[in-house]
């Protein structure tokens, strides 16, 4: 079985920036897509980020575009997340998520389509 860890996030003034890692282990990793999702209380799960881990292609959330920026390691399965200018509705527990390019090409900004999920971790920005 797929796992999922999470690293990173924490506390963070308007302006600021943070890192969140993340690495798949275990089962059967091939061509995978890792992709990062939020969620603030009261709201709906808001796609972040997607990385293909194998071409490095990547896709961004309207709200996030310009400011975050997601890389990937395909030899150790991992992918990190930066983020700069932050701000107060950045604010959410931030997930990665991991699912075989077959399924999550051409949906990569759907929760349903990836299959492997983390835990889970805190962002907190201050304004």
């Known amino acids: 079985q797929v796992q999922i860890v999470e690293s990173g996030g924490g506390l963070v003034q308007a302006g600021g920036s943070l890192r969140v890692s993340c690495a798949a282990s275990?089962?059967?990793?091939?061509?995978?897509?890792m992709g990062w999702f939020r969620q603030a209380p009261g709201k709906e799960r808001e796609f972040v980020a997607a990385?293909?881990?194998?071409?490095?292609?990547?896709w961004y959330g309207d709200s996030v575009k310009g400011r975050f920026t997601v890389s990937g390691d395909n030899a150790g399965n991992t992918a990190e997340l930066r983020m700069s200018s932050l701000k107060a509705e950045d604010t959410a527990v931030y997930y990665c998520a991991a699912g075989s390019a077959l399924r999550v090409l051409g949906r990569t900004n759907y929760a349903s389509s990836y299959t492997y999920w983390g835990q889970g971790t805190q962002v907190t920005v201050s304004s």
């Open positions: 990385i293909t881990l194998s071409g490095g292609t990547a």
């Open positions: 275990g089962g059967t990793l091939s061509r995978l897509v």
